[in-house]
């Protein structure tokens, strides 16, 4: 599958469905509602199932929202947070201290020591950019895979799909994506009627970029271990993880590693995406209805 197709895929992803259109406005309006902060763990939450589904290779149906627990996702949602809050503030205490020891040393000293902080600053905000950028897809998978706090932060996952050339390209394309539905929320943004409709559109973009982050991390951490991150039984219910531990030794749930396994394979397109997860019996069609 080309990266456009990809991107094309994942901003359809949402489309699919009679009920499409329900779905997409009660994303909207469940965003929409985002200041009263419980509402933005619920959103996420539901975006952690979008991934979650991609993960176990079903990309023809999107969660409904009448089909799930809304507490459940919203607690979801709440223990995602702590992963990200964790890498957040890991990363500002790494890149901000050496920043803070220069710009100190210029206040004691010459102007141009003080300017060269201030500019070290802020290349160590985009280095910290960059690496979220990287780090968090990576983690959500980890996390999702294991349904555990401690495995978001499961080192050895984060250095093997992390650089995986697959999960990388996947990084790429949710960036196109984030920056596609962007320039579409600024047009609808000028009349108040568009306005009204950003929410919903946001719904569709993180839901893309969840596909994304999905299609990357399946694939990225197929290739690194030789099994699914999360497998399937034949009634199509979630078995857990693919694997009876993970990779690192973080304490998960058991899963039935040869659950589905003969849907999955070691297949990649032109572009290092796995076919394995997304092909149709015998079709090879990665998934794309």
Do not use: C
Request: charged share 15%.
């Amino acid at each position: 599958m080309t990266d456009y197709h990809m991107i094309e895929d994942a901003l359809r992803y949402q489309t699919q469905g009679d009920d499409w259109v329900k779905r997409v406005a009660l994303g909207g309006v469940v965003l929409f509602f985002g200041f009263f902060i419980v509402p933005l763990f619920t959103f996420q939450g539901y975006m952690l199932e979008v991934m979650r589904r991609v993960l176990r290779g079903e990309t023809d149906r999107p969660p409904a929202w009448d089909e799930l627990g809304l507490v459940d996702i919203t607690v979801d949602g709440v223990r995602h947070t702590v992963v990200v809050l964790g890498y957040g503030l890991l990363l500002t205490l790494v890149l901000a201290i050496p920043g803070a020891m220069i710009i100190g040393g210029g206040l004691a000293g010459s102007e141009g020591l003080l300017l060269s902080g201030v500019l070290v600053i802020a290349l160590l905000y985009f280095v910290g950019v960059i690496a979220m950028t990287v780090i968090l897809p990576v983690a959500t998978g980890s996390f999702l895979r294991a349904d555990s706090i401690a495995a978001g932060f499961d080192r050895d996952v984060l250095t093997s799909v992390g650089t995986n050339r697959t999960m990388l390209m996947a990084v790429v394309m949710a960036f196109a994506v984030n920056i596609i539905v962007s320039i579409g929320s600024s047009i609808l943004g000028i009349t108040i009627i568009g306005y009204l409709a950003v929410p919903s559109l946001a719904f569709v973009g993180q839901s893309a970029i969840m596909y994304v982050w999905g299609r990357g991390f399946a694939d990225a951490y197929e290739e690194e271990y030789g099994e699914p991150p999360l497998a399937t039984v034949t009634d199509g219910t979630h078995t857990g993880p693919a694997t009876t531990g993970t990779a690192s030794g973080v304490d998960d749930q058991t899963g039935d590693s040869d659950a589905g396994d003969a849907g999955w394979s070691d297949d990649t397109d032109g572009d290092g995406f796995g076919t394995s997860a997304w092909d149709d019996a015998g079709d090879g069609d990665s998934g794309r209805r």
